[in-house]
């Protein structure tokens, strides 16, 4: 009886079989659940997000002003007990000013017609200062020059109240001088009687411009204010009534904040990391800070950062643009590896029948790959094997 040729359709039919057995065998038998290794991997993060700056400032406000006269120069930095303003309170009176200047004219005036006769070089000097500066003075306002009014209008005060200062310590024994040094004196008491001096209550930056969210939006709140929180206060008209007694304030340029306002599924910001920012319209200033406090609330999350830089130009806005970004280290997944219990986002190791849960925070997610760090630190490392959905 001759043999029967096995031919190649039995083989594959052996094939078939073979491979409909494994498949049966891998959907219940544990040994068949899909795996991942847990991989070492760097990410870049970059986001453009609007921000809110909250500034560690003190602001000084005076009830019933009429007039303010101030002594530091805007943006200027000043030591607690500083100087800043002279407050005038209602009493105040222009034309008791006005009486002033009028006698100390007159005194000047009687100065020169007792020394027609006498050469004065120095006083020659200090009316040539006095000259001087009131010319500067007057280019920089005609638009003739540039400069500090500030600093010129100062200077032009010094050099007068200089020039007045010798034109008292060499006055002539007269009658008359002495009546005009009397009277100069009953009107600088009356002024005083109205005028406070406010001092720097802290050191810091010395600014006398403000946007009536002072009070809002403090140092102490910010870590508490959710997104909605923060646009609700910005989209409310700034208190007109601060406003108009507030005098000035004084920031702490090397401490401040700003508060990230994005969708939660759009960012996902981890306390502790660090980023680098650019405000929009100021490229040319770049800043960095650390993530210190996350208010997640509807789908959208508040992230503060806190900035250890100068603050510079950012000290007149309060909202804008930002462009950061950071360089993350972490360990990368399948997306697949990903689960969620209880609303902890987490993955299951491939040590038991099941998997561990381990509670994990996002750093970055890919098209394939999530970058992640486990809640507990050591909780995970690189080799070890993940459970896939």
Known sequence: MSKKRITGRFYVFVLVIAVIAFLLVRSVLPMGVAEAVIMLATATDQQYLDAVI??????VSYAGVTRIAYVAAEGSLVEEGDEIAYIYSAGYSEREMERLESTRQEIQEYHKELLSNIVDAQLETLD???LTRALDLKALVSGQSRGNLLNLTRQLESAMLTRQEYLRQNKREDLRLNQLYEEEASHLNAIASWRTTETAPRAGVVSFYMDGYEELLTVDNASMLTASDVKNILSTPANQAQLSQ?????VDQNRWYLILLASGDSWNPINGQEYSFQFEGYEDLIYNGTIVGIQQSGGEVAALLEVTDPIDALIYRRSGKVIIGTNLSGLSVPNAA???EAGQTGV?????PGGTFVPVEVLSRGESNTLIK???EGALAAGQRVLLK
């Open 128 to 130: 040539e200062e006095v």
């Open 374 to 376: 486990p809640v507990v």
């Open 54 to 59: 909250v500034r560690d400032e003190t602001v």
């Open 348 to 352: 299951r190791l491939s040590d038991i």
């Open 338 to 340: 990903l689960v969620v």
């Open 246 to 250: 507030a005098v000035f304030r004084v």
